[in-house]
């Protein structure tokens, strides 16, 4: 069985007695020390499927396994980073980055220092280390974020758009520090995003989800397409754009769809 | 230099220039209606003869000693508002079954008016200590509670869930997240509360009490002594604005990391 898997999962939500459906059932294997990325149409359901691997949305229907056994609530196994910078503002970035170490009875102090300094230099925030987070710029306070996450040593590392706020030299800068660390981790990653390109760069495999009620629409294997080495030129080679191009498509006839099966809907 | 810059800062000097050209006008004012014999000196005595008998105050009735008395309710009430509404506001915003449970009371008893209170309350706790610092827990507590419940309600979800997906329980994240990240706003609705207190405290005072800001601003009145009565006054508003700057101070210093 597949390190982390989700079968037939589903979801939907009620309000006011009307149930929206946000998931149709659906199924997906991930393999250990693998990068997947889950692009689709913001609010499409995408977020939610990731939350329900992080034990943030419960799951009602189906089921998700981790290592062979079925998720309950969250816990450090499932390491989370959201869009807005949840660096804590009442601590230092190494403070911040100290955060879930504390909770760790298995580990002797001398070693949470040294797995602190080790993500502290491994972000490039080592210059930062005594600073408040709101003193150092947005970039910054993501990369404390994935700092802090990664030294409570999850098995899956769940990223939320963690990009998406960003400015476009600060993201691509993360991108190639994430293809970097990723390189050095192996971390079991799910990245959630809605940018095409940004999808195909960091991916071994790309899930594209339709609009809500999301389904898979289909999953593109990067690896087998452009390899296993990624860096800034990739993106300019010929194979890179044509895939981009590709996935772009499928997601426009997707758009075209929704929006004609909504505006049916509305009449 | 142009002074009304729309929605824009000044320079520090200048503000404190202008706050104390606003004071100065108003004490200019007062003078001159004073002395302008239009009102009577027992109704309106000039600023002079209230700061005279502030001194009288404190040298002819010792005055220090029942502003220390009436400090010291206001800040034994306020403790015990503080150290229940703390816990229990951060019980009733992390369960909503216990903010369901207190909420509709605690709303109800919030728009009671303190004053009405007091007659129920000297029936219960006597003329003493107890029912001053009854009439102040009154007056805060319920506020309170509430203020702290939203203050930490409205820490950011994804602060809640970082401190899951990083291993701490939820007792762990009230005390490492929730606490530290409503504090700031917790602080400042301290301030805000403590300045009621002062209110209740004085209502308190006038209605049962031999000792006490408001007992003495009260048995003055008696023999219309004007000046005296203001010169109490000022003095409440003296202690209010410096608790009112420790405060600030404090927080300035304990929440340094919100400078940028």
Redesign the interface.
Known sequence: MAFLSIQNVSKSFRTDDVETEVLTPLSLDIGRGELVTFLGPSGCGKTTLMRMV???ESIEAGQITLDGKALG????R???V?Q?Y?A???LTVRGNIA??LK??TDLPNAEKTAITDRYLDMVGLAGFADQ????ISGGMRQRV?IA??LA?D?DVL?MDEPFGALDALTREHLQQQLLRINAAEQKTTIFVTHDVEEAILLAHRVVIFSARPAQILSVVDVGARLGTQRDEALRQSAAFQSLRNEIQDTIRIEYARAREAEEAHAV | MRLLVFRTGLPRRTELILGLAGLFAFLGAWHLTAISGLIKPQFLPTPWAVVEAFGRLFIERNFAGDIAISIGRVWAAFTLSVVIALPLGLMMSSYRAVGAALEPFVDFVRYLPVPALVPLLIIWFGVGEASKIAVLWMGTFFQLLLLVSDDTKRV?G??V??G??????QW?IMR??IM??A?PNIVDNLRITLGWCWTYLIIAEIVAASSGVGHVIWSLRRFVKTPEVMAGIVAIGIVGLLTDQAFRYAHRRW????R?
């Open positions: 992080g034990g943030l609530p969250p816990d450090r499932r390491g989370m959201f807005s949840a804590f503002p009442w955060f879930g909770y760790r408040y987070t709101n003193r974020a802090r996450t409570s999850p769940l | 950011p994804e602060y869930e970082s899951f997906t990083l291993g701490a329980s762990q490492d997240i530290p990240a504090l929440f340094r990391y919100q940028r």
